[in-house]
């Protein structure tokens, strides 16, 4: 966590500055954002991350899909019985576990990033329609985000990426077509907030339409919360997958998903623990970045600069 | 008080009908029932009978108008897995997952409540930040590998509890623990920004300056206010438990209805996962209206609204 006294006393001094800000919002949030401790270390981690994903096929030392007989179950080689060439050893199949866990980095970013794209999209749409026009497209939300939160969430997606026929783009349809709750709520009350301000009224007057407004006064003022959400929603839909493939009806085999991993280890679990521990440590550094990244936007963006 | 029980109560039913409806339509363009009852590349003209045999035939709504008059006779359908009545299906196996979901929100009040409460009385010391901090962590395990993680440990190396099933009591300590523990950064978030926010008010202020101080304080002004928020989210995160418990229950191979659910799926069982679908989220619209109910009574002032 970032301490108490960092985000406040950068408020202090931008309070301070008062009427004179020598500073535009743009450069205290970046100040605020490099004496976050938990900012830092949420994007550090991330860009690591990112970085891994994307360099993959040059860092991996092996390919991961390859099978090797003889050396299957290998222990990592600090145990005994571990093979240097084979860092973190080797699965069931006698693939080189290193290089399916800095694979399975691709899979767990794809859908982390697509679903919550298209979380975002469905549900800053839906809460800034029903936060600008109120009255019964405001009713109509409403209802069907109370129906959306009785829904099982998890139990239906499930269902209906394995039904569908489970491959990536399904289960990035699936898991952002019904994780979008949470950026509804959001805009919909701070669009409900910013249409009674006096330049949405300026905008009116000059005789702009909704969808400029929406465009060109609303979104820009919602998209620091719309931003948060969405680094806290790409954890989420992370967690989702893992759980998915975990299950069998998710990623499927051959492709290393971290949750298939932990499934596929699951077998020999007790003697071979790190067939577990490993992949689920890779979900905990990479969720816990974003949950990190997120609550560190959501402390440097707040107007107060916390909470 | 009562016109404005029977308005939610009738909000709740056309929301749990609602998402029959959305539940009903999503699974029919999902899958084709037929074609999971005859297996995988079955003769065409198998498949055609077994459409008509299960009236898989009709238009979509005369099917669902099928499902919900059945619904409303007490007829839950016929499982095509099991072959068996659905009604016996989820009857037999929602016990064990009403018992799990109980103890789970029992050992999540249990961890949540002292934790928020004691971080929201020491705001910003050591106390407070290690409770937010495991709560940031705690958010980002993945529940099914905190469980695998609990067997290794504590039923393989330890040998304190017994490694999967359903059996006897202690065999649900584990799960419950891993189910209840991802709803305590929630619970312990809400308690300890609510329990802050009310201590800073003024009537908290009054009695303070009419000489309450302590437990006394906390428990009969305090806690009274910030619980309201609190109970609402208990009965979500029950919901969800009921819901939620698929992972927890087929990694502790816990025979509830989520492993129920996670088989039907696997077996394309439409009819048990459109029952199940059905049965959580009425479970849900009911706990959330039952916690509407209790803070109205709680407090005066909603009722109002």
């Known amino acids: 966590m970032t301490s108490p006294s960092t985000p406040a006393a950068a408020a202090a001094a931008d309070h301070a500055s008062g009427e004179a800000n020598a500073f535009t919002p743009m450069q205290v949030m970046r100040r605020r954002m490099r004496s976050h401790k938990g900012f830092l270390i949420g994007a550090g981690i991330l860009l690591v991350l990112i970085l891994i994903a994307a360099l993959a096929p040059w860092i991996a030392p092996y390919d991961p899909l390859e099978t090797k007989l003889v050396a299957r179950l290998l222990p990592p080689a600090w145990e005994q019985g571990g093979r240097w060439e084979y860092l973190l050893g080797t699965d069931h199949l006698g693939r080189d576990y290193l290089s399916r866990l800095l694979y399975g980095s691709r899979i767990s970013l794809a859908i982390g990033f697509g679903a919550a794209s298209l979380g975002c999209l469905i549900g800053v749409t839906l809460g800034v329609c029903a936060g600008y026009f109120g009255g019964r497209i405001d009713q109509a939300v409403n209802y069907i985000l109370t129906c959306q939160l009785a829904l099982p969430g998890l139990l239906l997606t499930m269902a209906l990426v394995f039904l569908i026929g489970p491959s990536l783009l399904v289960v990035v349809c699936v898991i952002g077509g019904l994780h979008w709750t949470y950026y509804l709520v959001v805009t919909r009350s701070a669009t409900m907030q910013i249409r009674r301000l006096d330049y949405v009224t300026a905008a009116q007057a000059i005789g702009s339409t909704p969808l400029q407004i929406i465009l060109y006064e609303v979104l820009p003022n919602v998209r620091n919360q719309i931003i948060v959400i969405f680094t806290l929603e790409v954890g989420i839909a992370i967690l989702a997958e893992a759980a998915l493939s975990f299950l069998g009806v998710g990623i499927q085999p051959p492709t290393p998903s971290w949750g298939l991993m932990i499934a596929e280890g699951k077998t020999a679990m007790f003697y071979r623990p790190w067939l577990v521990v490993l992949p689920g440590l890779a979900i905990f550094l990479l969720v816990i970045a974003t949950n990190l990244m997120g609550d560190g936007l959501r402390d440097v963006t707040a107007p107060e600069g916390r909470n | ?305």
């Not at chain 2, 009545?85 to 002292?114: D, N, R």
């Not at chain 2, 459109?274 to 989220?281: D, N, P």
Request: charged share 15%.
């Open chain 2, 1 to 305: 008080m009562l016109r404005y029980a029977l308005k939610r109560l009738v909000l709740a039913l056309l929301v749990a009908l609602s998402v029959s409806v959305a539940t009903f339509a999503l699974l029919s363009f999902a899958t084709d029932p037929a074609r999971a009852i005859a297996g995988e590349d079955a003769d065409p003209l198998v498949i055609e009978q077994i459409r008509e045999r299960y009236g898989l035939d009709r238009p979509l709504p005369v099917q669902y108008g099928a499902w919900i008059g059945g619904l409303v006779r007490g007829d839950l359908g016929e499982s095509y897995h099991w072959k068996r009545p659905v009604s016996e299906l989820i009857a037999t196996h929602a016990p064990v997952t009403i018992k799990l979901a109980l103890m789970s929100i029992f050992v999540t009040i249990v961890i949540a409540l002292p934790l928020g409460i004691i971080a929201a009385l020491r705001p910003n010391t050591l106390i407070d930040r290690a409770a937010l901090s495991t709560a940031v962590a705690a958010q980002a395990i993945p529940s099914f590998w905190l469980g695998l993680i609990f067997i290794i440990l504590f039923a393989v190396k330890l040998r304190l509890f017994p490694v999967s099933g359903d059996g006897t009591t202690w065999h649900f300590v584990l799960p419950c623990i891993v189910l209840g523990a991802s709803s305590v950064p929630a619970v312990m978030r809400l308690t300890r920004t609510g329990l802050l926010e009310v201590l800073g008010s003024d009537y908290i202020r009054t009695a303070r300056s009419k000489g309450f101080r302590g437990l006394r304080l906390l428990l009969r002004h305090a806690l009274r206010n910030a619980m309201l928020p609190v109970v609402s989210v208990l009965a979500i995160q029950l919901g969800h438990k009921l819901g939620g418990s698929v992972i927890v229950e087929s990694v502790f191979a816990i025979n509830g209805l989520g492993r129920l659910a996670l088989q039907s799926i696997l077996g394309g069982d439409i009819p048990t996962l459109q029952m199940l679908v059905f049965v959580f989220a009425l479970t849900f619209v009911l706990l959330t209206l039952l916690s509407d109910l209790l803070n109205g009574w709680l407090d005066p002032r909603l009722r109002l609204g």
